[in-house]
C-alpha cells in the first residue's frame, strides 16, 4: 500500500490535469512494465487493435489512469477497477473501506501525439484534446453545430476559421463528456459564443436547461487544444507525465474561460 506521505493532495475546487505526450511506438522493455498492471481484459482490448500505434495508444492510456489515480489514494495501480455508466463512461468502483476514493472522479482524452488526464473530487468533469494541425472538418459545422456558431465561424476570415472551429469542438466535446450522455445530447442543442476575447459564452435551447456548466481552455502546446467542462469553477494545476519515468508541474496559461453568467436559451435562428 502507498503511504499517505506519497500521495497528492486535491483540495475542493481543483482539478488535476495530466498531460501525457507519446509517440508512434514505445520503448519493449517498459511496455512489458506497462503490460503487468492491466487486467487480462484490458490486455485483450489492447490485442483487438490492429494498428501498433494504436495498441500502444491504448497500452499507455490504462497505465496512466492506473499510476496517476494511485497518487491520489492508497490504492495499487494494478488493484483499480472500474465500471462503466449507462452510457458507457468509465468510472471508478468505490471502494468503501478506502476513503480516498469517495467522490475521486476522473476523465479522459487523447489525440495524436498527446493524452490529457483530469482528477477532481466531487466536480463533474468533462475534458476534451484535440490536435490541431490536422484538417479541422469545416463542412461539419452546418450540420451539426448550432446555427449562432455557424454563423459566427462563417463570418470570421478563412484563415481563422480552423482554429474557431477547434475551440468549439473542444468546448461541446468536454460538455457532452461532463454530461455522460454522449451524442445522445445534439450538438445543435447547446452553443457557445467566442466572439468576446478571453470568453467562454454558452447558452442551452432548453431554457429550462441547466446551463451552469463552467468552461477553460488552454493550449498546453502548439499542436493541441485542450477544453474543460467541470460542473463548479475551479483551479486547474497541470502536470506533465510519461507513467513509470517521470513527472515534473507544468504551467499552463488558461487562452478562455467562463467570466459572465450563462446565457438561455439559444437565440432562434
Same mark, same amino acid.
Not at 110 to 132: C, S
Given at each position: ?5 506519497? !500521495? ?23 511496455? %512489458?512494465?506497462?503490460?503487468? /498492471? !492491466? ?17 500502444? &495508444?491504448?497500452? !499507455? ?42 467522490? !475521486? ?73 461532463? &454530461?455522460?450522455?454522449? *451524442? ?6 447547446? %452553443? ?25 481552455? *488552454? ?15 475551479? &483551479? ?11 513527472? &515534473? ?13 450563462? /446565457? ?6
Amino acid at each position: 500500500m502507498h503511504r499517505a506521505a506519497l !500521495l497528492i493532495p486535491l483540495p475542493a475546487g481543483d482539478i488535476h490535469l495530466w498531460l501525457c505526450p507519446y509517440g508512434d511506438s514505445g520503448d519493449p522493455a517498459l511496455d %512489458a512494465s506497462y503490460r503487468a /498492471l !492491466l487486467t487480462p481484459q484490458e490486455l485483450a482490448q489492447r490485442d483487438r487493435f490492429h494498428f501498433a500505434r494504436d495498441r500502444h &495508444r491504448y497500452l !499507455l492510456t490504462r497505465v496512466l489512469v492506473r499510476k496517476i489515480l494511485s497518487r491520489y489514494a492508497p490504492i495499487e495501480p494494478h488493484d483499480w477497477r472500474f465500471a462503466n455508466g449507462p452510457f458507457g463512461r468509465p468510472r471508478i468502483d468505490d471502494d468503501p473501506d478506502v476513503e480516498e476514493t469517495r467522490g !475521486l472522479d476522473f476523465n479522459l482524452s487523447h489525440t495524436a501525439g498527446l493524452i490529457v488526464l483530469a482528477i477532481a473530487r466531487n466536480i463533474e468533469l468533462g475534458v476534451d484534446v484535440e490536435n490541431i494541425r490536422r484538417p479541422a472538418v469545416l463542412e461539419a459545422v452546418d450540420h451539426f453545430f448550432a446555427p449562432a456558431e455557424a454563423r459566427s465561424l462563417g463570418a470570421l476570415p478563412a484563415a481563422l476559421q480552423p482554429h474557431r472551429f477547434f475551440e468549439l469542438w473542444t468546448l461541446k466535446e468536454s460538455y457532452i463528456k461532463a &454530461r455522460g450522455m454522449g *451524442l445522445q445530447i445534439p450538438l445543435d442543442s447547446f %452553443a457557445f459564443a467566442l466572439d468576446v476575447p478571453g470568453d467562454v459564452g454558452f447558452s442551452l435551447a432548453d431554457p429550462h436547461g441547466n446551463a451552469a456548466w463552467h468552461f477553460q481552455q *488552454l493550449q498546453p502546446t502548439p499542436d493541441h487544444m485542450v477544453a474543460l467542462c467541470s460542473s463548479r469553477d475551479a &483551479r486547474i494545476v497541470c502536470r506533465e507525465t510519461a507513467p513509470l519515468q517521470w513527472e &515534473r508541474p507544468l504551467e499552463v496559461a488558461t487562452e478562455r474561460a467562463s467570466k459572465i453568467p450563462p /446565457l438561455s436559451p439559444i437565440p432562434p435562428s
